[in-house]
Each structure stands twice: as structure tokens, then as C-alpha cells.
């Protein structure tokens, strides 16, 4: 395991790596998701069992974690800059590699892939887009409105168990007053109200294997069959629990991510395998 610093411009991102620097197998990168996400929401989940025979990347988005909480920039834009910075820092130039990420993660991932990989020295082999709730300012934009006041966030908080997995006592009290400088005093929730939905051409021309999981009872699950209509999907795999999928439902996804990225490979043509109607996956 290695602890690396990575600056884009002046704002300091807290990345991760493990397993081998050296591999056969494609380095896989993890983006976990809003609020209250971290570099530990993958790390026991599938980071872990994926670093025996890969190099894996984690990191802290802006704003969260160890990160560094700037006053602007979590727009998807600036955020997949984060994630190329982070390539840049962590894998050598032009090597191919898998992302996953959740929710806004996922949102992050899909950015990079349309808008950056072409231009930037690192490809995208394959997606695993874990309940990714586009457009943000549809699905996640009610929720972060609700929060007006230090007093309505800590509400908030406490009443989404799912969404603060065990913490409690002083762990709660310091994200409490880390998410309290990150909506009152950054543009986090401005950036994220504004996010739009992906270009339907941008996400039709997208030519890599896209694997979507949802949870069964996410308020998210019917951008599923809008993103299955568009994107090129190897698989539709639908999870027994909420959207908190990495919390509510670890060793069901555990499964999907492991068995997608060390069984299945990138290189088969995209006309060989159709797309599988929606798999059930017991939690």
C-alpha cells in the first residue's frame, strides 16, 4: 500500500494504491460517491481482492476524505481533471485502464470516459457504473436541497443509516463538521444541482463494454433503463438493497466487480456478446 499526494492546480487529492506496480492485468480504479463517501468505501469491498494480481487505485474526491475541501470545482468536468491527474500520478503513459464508480463516482467515470479519454494519454478499457444517478440535478439535487442549516444536515445525517454506515460519536461529529464546510462554504451543491444529463450521441459513440449494477430498491434504478438504451451494456445486474450499494450489499457487489473485471476480458468484440436483460443478484 501507498499513500500519494496528487495536486491538480493547488487543491491536493488523498490517492491510494495497491497491489502491483507491475501486472498483466489492467489497473482498475475505484470512485466512491457523494457526501459521504470515501477512500474506504471500496477498500474492504473489492479494492482489496482486486490488488492480488492488479495495481488498484483509490482516491479521495475533492472535498472528501483526506482531500483537500476547495471553495469551487465539483462539477464533472473539473472532477474527471482530477481523475486524469490522478492516472497521471499512478500509471504509466498510455496504459489502458478499468474504472468503477458509485453514484457520483459513476457520474465521474462516464464523464472521463466521454469527454477525456480521447485526449488524454490513459484509455478506458471497461465501466462497472454502480447506481449512477444521472442527471444529478434530477435524482440527486432533492436531497441536498432539503439541507438549508447546520441543524438541518445533522437531521439529515442521522436519519440515513445507510448513508453513515456505523459511525457515530466523535467519527459523526467530524463529518458533521467536514460536510458543514462542504455545503455552506463551497459550491459543492450549486455544482451538483446544475449537472445535466450526458449527451445521448456522446453516450452512443461511447465504444467500450459498460457494465451497470443498480440496487432493486434505489430511487435510481430507472435511469437503468435509460442508460441500457444508450450505452454499450455487457450486463444489467440488479442488487437486493438501496443505493448505497457498497454498504448495504458488499460481497453481492463484491461478486459483480470481480467477476466483471478478472473474468471478463475488454478485448472481445463489442458484437460478439448481446445484451443480457436484467440479472437479479441476491444480497
Known amino acids: 500500500m501507498q499513500l500519494i499526494p496528487v495536486l491538480n492546480g493547488n487543491v491536493r487529492l488523498s490517492v491510494m494504491t495497491l497491489g502491483p506496480a507491475q501486472s498483466l ?34 482516491y479521495d474526491l475533492r472535498g472528501h ?10 462539477d464533472l468536468d473539473t472532477q474527471a481533471e482530477d481523475l486524469a491527474c490522478v492516472l497521471d500520478a499512478t500509471v504509466p503513459d498510455g ?37 449512477a444517478p444521472m442527471p444529478a440535478c434530477e435524482w440527486v439535487r ?30 459523526l461529529e467530524r463529518l458533521s ?4 464546510q462542504l455545503f455552506f462554504e463551497t459550491s459543492l451543491v450549486q455544482d451538483v ?3 445535466q444529463a450526458e449527451s445521448p450521441d456522446d453516450l452512443r459513440a461511447l465504444a467500450l463494454p459498460v457494465t451497470l449494477v443498480y440496487g432493486k430498491q434505489s430511487p435510481c434504478r430507472p435511469v437503468a433503463n435509460t442508460l441500457r438504451k444508450l450505452l454499450p451494456i455487457r450486463a444489467l445486474l440488479l442488487i437486493d438493497c438501496g443505493h448505497y450499494i457498497p454498504s448495504e450489499a458488499p460481497e ?32
Open 252 to 283: 453481492p457487489l463484491r461478486d459483480v466487480v470481480v467477476g466483471t473485471l478478472r473474468y471478463e476480458t475488454a478485448e472481445e468484440s463489442l458484437q460478439e456478446k448481446p445484451v443480457a436483460d436484467a440479472v437479479q443478484v441476491s444480497a
Open 193 to 195: 444541482c446544475n449537472m
Open 142 to 171: 432533492p436531497s441536498l436541497e432539503q439541507v438549508q442549516s447546520p441543524q438541518a444536515l445533522d437531521d439529515w445525517l442521522r436519519s440515513a443509516p445507510d448513508m453513515i454506515g456505523q459511525l457515530t460519536g466523535r467519527r
Open 65 to 74: 476524505g483526506d482531500s483537500a475541501v476547495p471553495a469551487s470545482g465539483y
Open 25 to 58: 492485468e489492467r489497473p482498475c480504479v475505484f470512485l466512491h460517491g457523494l457526501v459521504t463517501g470515501n477512500i474506504s468505501t471500496w477498500y474492504s469491498v473489492a479494492a482489496l481482492e482486486m490488488a492480488r494480481d492488479r495495481q488498484v487505485i483509490l
Open 177 to 180: 463538521r467536514r460536510l458543514q
Open 95 to 131: 496504459e489502458m485502464v478499468d474504472l468503477v464508480g458509485h453514484s457520483l463516482g459513476a457520474l465521474i467515470a462516464l464523464r472521463f470516459a466521454l469527454r477525456f479519454g480521447k485526449k488524454v494519454k490513459h484509455r478506458v478499457g471497461r465501466l462497472i457504473l454502480v447506481d
